[in-house]
């Protein structure tokens, strides 16, 4: 069930974005009389699974999803038509009209993705508001258990003060991607300020690991089950330790400390039980196990039991603009660093670039609209942004050679703009090809 659940979020996103991003292509060619010949989600490769002609467009569902497309009369794309394009221009065709139009229909798929990203971003601020932890409430740190993390300089306590001279004032889940990117880290550790320094290859380093959240709050030590052959039945499922042997044990990382340093014997501890503290013996393991599963506690138990304060700031739909359009702006920022640093081999980034299942493994498991529009609108910058990539075969591509028209006074060549045409989508299905390789080494050999 799992698997379907994250398979109808993965296609409902990809051919959400597909559509409305050729859609940007098909309206402003319609309005300037181009002629549409064909609309299709997903390639129809020799044969197509759906299809329906209205006037002179026809409207498709094809059988391979690596994407979809509109085919415009008269326009040098991926079809390849070189027999159309050996006959004499006829007006209602893409390369008869004026330079600034056809730059308005190359321009109009990218346009939607960004447009689409803060109308999204705009409709999550009001519809859920903004849920965070104040960073000054992090009284005792952050979880850090991620071995690339260890191996640069966190320690689980720390409190980021700020990342690259950025002062950090919520804790989200914006803070991990700001921290794997940033040069310095500033910390706070037993009262005292350190810097640390990020390794450029930092994004390499992780992938040497297992995967996992760099930063996490530090979360109590929940009793979730006991296992049939544990010795400690005089724990109850929901029980919240809170001290062994003496030893205060707030956080579930202090509790496994101790435990380690406890072996092979029993010892007392301090459980939290219908909100009253009572004492209880239990036998600690040869590895410093108790036999019974971590259990978790919600955002609001947290908050009761005075763990964490958590922040909500609700808007009207008018104040709800300006917080979308922020997010938004910085989404577009974070993935433009991102890419800088793919393109940047001493980074080690572009060993981590993925095909389809790592755009698939980050949707979840259990449906939630929340998580499918934030993930949605991500993913119609990264698509908006990597189209604009002056890759011939690309938007971006077909704005390059239109800018250059538009410049110079002087066309390129038909030859020519197939030549590139060519050239761009044989670049492009190399990027295809490494990307997806990526995938399947990381899913041999388990990173």
Do not use: C
């Amino acid at each position: 069930m799992e698997i379907f659940i994250k398979l109808s979020q993965f296609l409902l996103s990809l051919s959400l974005l597909i559509i409305l991003h050729e859609l940007g292509h098909f309206i402003p060619a319609k309005l300037f009389k181009t002629r549409v010949e064909k609309f299709y989600l997903f390639f129809d490769v020799k044969y197509s699974l759906l299809k329906k002609k209205f006037g002179e467009t026809e409207y498709g569902i094809g059988w391979l999803p690596l994407g979809g497309y509109v085919k415009i009369s008269g326009m040098i794309d991926e079809s390849m038509d070189k027999e159309q394009m050996a006959l004499p221009p006829q007006p209602w065709e893409f390369r008869s009209k004026p330079a600034y139009q056809r730059l308005i229909i190359m321009l109009g798929g990218v346009t939607v993705n960004f447009i689409l990203a803060f109308i999204i971003y705009i409709g999550m601020a009001f519809a859920y508001g903004d849920i965070y932890i104040a960073n000054a409430d992090l009284k005792d740190g952050l979880l850090i258990e991620n071995k690339a993390m260890e191996n640069v300089g966190f320690k689980t306590g720390d409190k980021i003060i700020s990342v690259d001279n950025q002062k950090i004032v919520k804790f989200d889940n914006d803070i991990n991607m700001k921290v794997v990117m940033a040069k310095e880290v500033l910390i706070q550790r037993n009262g005292a300020e350190k810097t640390i320094k990020m390794p450029i290859d930092f994004v390499d380093q992780l992938s040497k690991f297992e995967k996992g959240q760099l930063l996490g709050i530090r979360m109590p030590f929940v009793v979730g089950s006991i296992a049939e052959e544990s010795k400690n039945t005089a724990l109850q499922v929901k029980d919240i330790v809170i001290a062994l042997n003496g030893q205060p044990a707030k956080y579930f990382d202090q509790a496994k400390t101790i435990l380690e340093n406890n072996k092979n014997k029993t010892i007392a501890a301090t459980v939290l039980r219908d909100q009253k503290e009572i004492q209880v013996p239990v036998q600690v393991s040869n590895d410093g196990k108790l036999g019974i599963g971590v259990g978790g506690l919600g955002m609001e138990s947290l908050e009761k039991l005075g763990y964490y304060k958590i922040s909500k700031q609700e808007f009207s739909f008018l104040e709800a603009i300006p917080v979308g359009i922020t997010k938004g702006k910085d989404q577009l920022v974070g993935y433009g660093k991102q890419l800088k640093m793919i393109f940047s081999p001493s980074t080690g980034a572009y060993k981590q670039v993925g095909g389809f299942k790592a755009i698939f493994d980050i949707f979840p498991d259990t449906w939630s609209w929340e998580t499918f529009w934030r993930i949605t609108a991500l993913l119609s910058i990264m698509l908006g942004v990597m189209n604009l990539l002056p890759i011939p075969a690309l938007d971006g591509g077909h704005v390059m050679f239109l800018l250059y028209e538009i410049i110079s006074g002087r066309k390129p060549s038909d030859k020519f703009l197939e030549n590139a045409q060519l050239v761009g989508f044989v670049l492009l299905i190399t990027l295809l090809l490494f990307a997806n390789g990526n995938d399947i080494y990381k899913a041999i050999v388990g990173r």
